[in-house]
C-alpha cells in the first residue's frame, strides 16, 4: 500500500531538508509520530511511535540534504504492518521547492489486507496531507534569512 503527497513551500531545498529531517521536531507538525528515539547517526536510525500503528525502527538507505532520502522499516511491532518504508524529494522550482513524500506499509495478513487497504490508504493520505501542509505553514511562517538552517533547532 503507497501514498504520495507533493507541496510546494517557498523555501530552498536544503531548508526544507532541514526542517523535515529533524527529528527533534517531527511531532510538531506530524502528529501521527509521538515518540522518537535516535539510535544511529550512520546509518541515521530512528525507533518511532506511530499513534495507531505500532513501533518502528527506520533506517536511511539514502540521505542527501536538499535532494533526496529514502528509507525502510527494519524493525516492525504492529499487530497490521510488517514493513514497508518511504522516499522524500526536494525539486528547486517556481521560487521554492516541490517536495514530494512516498509512503508504502507493507500488511501482515493478505486478506484482511484487501479488505483493509481501501481505508488504510486514505487514511495514510489524509494523515500525509494534514502533516505535510502543517510542515509547509510553519516554514513558510519563518523568516526567509532563518530558513537556511533548521527550523525550531
Do not use: C
Not at 529533524?22 to 510538531?28: A, F, L
Not at 502528529?31 to 546509518?43: A, C, D, F
Not at 500503528?53 to 536511511?60: A, L, N, P, S, V
Amino acid at each position: 500500500m503507497t501514498g504520495t503527497h507533493t507541496v510546494h513551500v517557498n523555501r530552498t531545498p536544503e531548508a526544507v531538508y532541514d526542517y523535515t529531517q529533524d527529528y527533534s521536531t517531527r511531532s510538531v507538525w506530524d502528529r501521527s509520530i509521538t515518540q522518537v528515539e535516535m539510535l544511529s547517526n550512520s546509518p541515521r536510525t530512528y525507533r518511532l511511535v506511530i499513534k495507531g500503528i505500532g513501533r518502528f525502527t527506520i533506517e536511511y538507505r539514502l540521505d542527501r540534504r536538499g535532494d533526496r532520502t529514502s528509507a525502510a522499516f527494519t524493525r516492525v511491532d504492529a499487530a497490521f504492518f510488517s514493513g514497508g518504508g518511504g522516499s522524500w524529494s526536494y525539486v528547486a522550482g517556481n521560487g521554492g521547492t516541490d517536495w514530494t513524500a512516498t509512503n508504502t506499509f507493507e500488511l501482515k495478513h493478505r486478506l484482511l489486507g484487501r479488505v483493509l487497504a481501501p481505508l488504510v490508504r486514505r487514511q495514510m493520505l489524509a494523515s500525509m496531507r494534514k502533516s505535510m501542509a502543517t510542515a509547509k505553514e510553519i516554514m513558510e511562517s519563518a523568516a526567509p534569512a532563518e530558513s537556511t538552517a533548521p527550523i525550531g533547532g
